[in-house]
């Protein structure tokens, strides 16, 4: 079954507690993203990877870092937290379809992030 | 450049009336578009995609959205609402490398 699954779904954390939440995708997709989700703003994107080692800044970066040693993984970290940073998160994975001419998306169930 | 605009932020319906979220877009590219809604304290699901085999497209629980090119529109209707519907709605366009962009969402208020 094609899935995105991220961990942990709810995290309570203090300032400045570094801390990295999972994403991990099985359908060997090339573009994965982070986003993130307020009140009003709807989803922003924080980064984006388009390939292994290909890692870019999303609309809304700072405070936070990626990495894409493999394919499959795209974990979000936190380095130094604050409060602004208390969001719903989610990861997605998505794929372009040439043959299709259209996007497949899927997205994880989301963690729910409390700085303190 | 692709951008998405939902031109309203609170929809509020009877019960058994129309539902219409408005979306429009930009895109550089001939865009994939999305509905997803989320629940309160869920996460996001798919209601339906278009992917220019139609321009009428018809999603999960009652819903389509009909994609105008010449418009750049791509709203979402349902004939007639259900309490369930409540929910936060957005509008998403890709485009050919996958990055979505989301519109700021329509919260749809359903009363009795």
């Known amino acids: 079954e094609a899935q995105v699954t991220q961990n942990p779904r709810y995290l309570i954390t203090v300032t400045g507690k570094k801390l990295t939440v999972t994403c991990s995708q099985n359908m060997n997709h090339e573009y994965m993203s982070w986003y993130r989700q307020d009140p009003g703003l709807g989803l922003r994107q924080i980064y984006y990877?388009?390939?292994?080692?290909?890692?870019d800044k999303g609309d809304v970066p700072e405070g936070y870092k990626v990495s894409r040693k493999e394919k499959r993984n795209f974990p979000l970290i936190l380095e130094s937290p604050s409060p602004n940073q208390t969001s719903l998160y989610f990861c997605?994975?998505?794929?372009?379809?040439?043959?299709?001419?259209?996007?497949?998306?899927?997205f994880g169930q989301g963690t729910r992030l409390t700085v303190v | 450049a692709q951008s998405v605009t939902q031109l309203d932020s609170h929809v509020s319906v009877s019960e058994g009336t129309p539902v219409l979220l408005r979306c429009n877009y930009s895109?550089?590219?001939?865009?994939?578009l999305f509905w997803y809604v989320q629940h309160p304290n869920k996460g996001l699901q798919l209601l339906l995609k278009y992917t220019s085999a139609a321009t009428l497209v018809k999603g999960i629980n009652g819903f389509e959205a009909e994609f105008k090119k010449s418009e750049t529109s791509f709203h979402l209707t349902k004939p007639s609402a259900h309490m369930s519907d409540a929910a936060e709605y957005f509008c998403?366009?890709?485009?050919?490398?996958?990055?979505?962009?989301f519109g700021a969402g329509t919260q749809v208020v359903v009363t009795p």
């Open positions: 990877s388009m390939n292994v080692e290909v890692t």
């Open positions: 997605a994975s998505s794929f372009w379809s040439k043959s299709r001419g259209n996007t497949e998306a899927f």
């Open positions: 998403v366009v890709s485009d050919s490398w996958g990055k979505l962009q």
């Open positions: 895109s550089s590219y001939s865009p994939s």
